[in-house]
């Protein structure tokens, strides 16, 4: 069978991707090994976090400024509502990279912010006990995807736009010319002008290319804080992320979101415990829990309170933590989007957009100069 564009992943940017392409018409084939949404790869766990004041580098918020204007446009096409906007919190040190590269974002892109000093912070936010010397910084349109949603939303567009996708249907290998490709799965061959490798941390095993790529084990925890939910209800407790002790991982949470007895979500945004998505360690363990309440009790005293469930997730890690998007460094007939470093969820519609235009050759004013994958070429 022959088609305009394979994908090999229908994940966040798999299903955003295949949305973008067939709704331009291209005649698209999607595969996944599972049936997506799963809890098995990066794309599950109920939330993600989505914020504008983007401290990791004021290159990405242009894009993530288009991902909420697609966002929007994939919630009017499917009456399905994938941002829900609580508010978001950056609280760290004053003098810390966290804090002042937010604050250095929002000027930069006029984004609309408040800088609360501890005393300030406290009052508005009664659940947070803010360090001496921390400041907080509240995004007024951040807020929540759920992850679930946003793929099942983009699959469904990308379906009544004439896409083929399988489910369950694992590649066992796929070669490319500069002008084709040859795709072979558990239940067939077929054939493309375009191949885009979308596969999570599954990439550096389907890219076949030395790019550095590692996977880590994350958890997140859903506790039911001391005292009850009532201070961490979504109208009175924004999505956050607070900066680690010196040489620790930030941390990050949500409110209440699943109800009265659903506790909230908190997790450390990093992990040294390399693993595969066959090998990664699914277990709970005590210590996991303990080093999630450890890092946030500080600032959020109620957080010492009982585990309802916890989950693992698997981030696929670049040496800078930026995202992998473009062309493979070998293959031209094939694109590549990987290496998204626990931060790129977010980001995914517009993500789809750029592959659909990297896989049809059409024009993008998108800037993507950080993510080349050939800045890791040798």
């Known amino acids: 069978m022959s088609f305009d564009v394979i994908i090999l992943g229908l994940g966040a940017m798999g299903s955003a991707a295949a949305h973008h392409l067939a709704a331009r018409g291209q005649h698209v084939l999607g595969l996944d ?29 242009p894009l993530v400024l288009r991902a909420y204007e697609l966002w ?56 947070f006990s803010p360090h001496p010397g921390d400041l907080g910084v509240f995004e007024h349109l951040a807020g929540y995807l759920v992850p679930e949603d946003c793929i099942r939303a983009q699959l469904q567009s990308a379906i009544h736009s004439g896409a083929q996708l399988h489910f369950d249907e694992k590649v066992l ?23 885009i490798i979308t596969a999570g941390p599954w990439a550096a095993e389907a890219l076949q290319s030395n790019l550095p790529l590692s996977v880590t084990r994350q958890v997140t925890a859903w506790i039911q804080p ?6 961490f209800l979504p109208d009175r407790f924004p999505v956050f992320i607070a900066e680690g002790a010196a ?13 009265p007895n659903g ?18 360690d699914r277990q709970i363990h005590d210590a996991d829990v303990q080093q999630i309440i450890v890092s946030l009790q500080g600032r959020i005293p109620a957080i010492a309170g009982d ?29 590549i989007a990987c290496g998204f470093s626990g931060h ?27 993510f080349s994958p050939e800045r890791f070429a040798h």
């Open 33 to 61: 090994q599972f049936t997506p949404p799963h809890d098995r790869g990066s794309s599950h766990g109920g939330s993600r976090i989505i914020r504008q004041a983007y401290f990791e580098s004021p290159d990405y918020i």
């Open 173 to 195: 290998s796929w070669t490319a010319a500069p002008d084709h490709v040859e795709v072979a799965t558990t239940r067939g061959s077929y054939s493309a002008r375009h191949l």
């Open 247 to 259: 040489g620790k991982y930030a941390s990050y949470g949500f409110p209440a979101i699943d109800g």
């Open 344 to 370: 790129g969820f977010k980001f995914a519609p517009v993500i789809g957009e750029i592959l659909a235009g990297l896989a049809t050759r059409s024009s993008s004013t998108h800037p993507i100069a950080l």
């Open 72 to 127: 929007r446009e994939i919630e009017r096409d499917t009456g399905i509502r994938l941002i829900h906007t609580t508010g978001g919190l950056v609280i760290g040190n004053e003098d810390g990279d966290l804090v002042r590269r937010t604050i250095a974002s929002a000027k930069e892109h006029h984004i609309p912010i408040d800088v609360l000093a501890p005393a300030e912070l406290a009052a508005r936010f009664p659940a």
């Open 226 to 231: 001391k005292g009850g939910v009532e201070g």
């Open 263 to 280: 506790g909230i979500k908190v997790a450390i945004h990093g992990s040294d415990l390399s693993c595969t998505p066959d090998t990664v």
């Open 307 to 335: 585990l309802l469930r916890a989950k693992t997730c698997l981030y696929t890690m670049t040496p800078d933590e930026h995202f992998i998007i473009g062309p493979h460094p070998r293959l031209p007939s094939c694109t």
